[in-house]
């Protein structure tokens, strides 16, 4: 199972920034797909999560209305629209993925770290 990001970089605040995460290895469309963050000192945080058949997310209050995130099954890839962005957006950001039934309701117990089985190496977003 490998998942990379990608999209990942340098903005002044207000920009935005598309994050790319491609699956391989695994049946894509059997896993629930997360975007978390980690910036320096702080621990790990949920940001995004979203259903196999991508009509169901939900976000962390931080950046809801401004992040969306999206998947696209033929690619086996899951994308984080950021607009917005803010320097407390500066992070890490991990892609994840946990097997999940496709009537699956999503809440805060879906940006929980121990929710997730498999995990990206990270992509910087530095936001100025």
């Known amino acids: 199972v490998q998942l990379v990001e990608s999209g990942g970089g340098s903005v002044q605040a207000g920009g935005s920034l598309r994050l790319s995460c491609v699956a391989s290895?695994?049946?894509?469309?059997?896993?629930?797909m997360g975007w978390f963050r980690q910036a320096p000192g702080k621990e790990r945080e949920g940001v995004a999560t979203?259903?196999?058949?991508?009509?169901?997310?939900y976000y962390a209050d931080s950046v809801k209305g401004r992040f969306t995130i999206s998947r696209d099954n033929a690619r086996n890839t899951v994308y984080l629209q950021m607009t917005s962005l803010k320097p407390e957006d500066t992070a890490m950001y991990y892609c994840?993925?946990?097997?999940?039934?496709?009537?699956?309701?999503?809440?805060?117990?879906?940006?929980?770290?121990?929710?997730?089985?498999?995990w990206g190496l990270g992509t910087q977003v530095t936001v100025s």
């Open positions: 994840a993925a946990f097997h999940c039934a496709a009537y699956v309701g999503l809440g805060t117990w879906a940006l929980r770290q121990n929710a997730y089985e498999y």
């Open positions: 290895g695994y049946i894509f469309t059997t896993y629930c």
């Open positions: 979203i259903n196999i058949a991508g009509s169901r997310t």
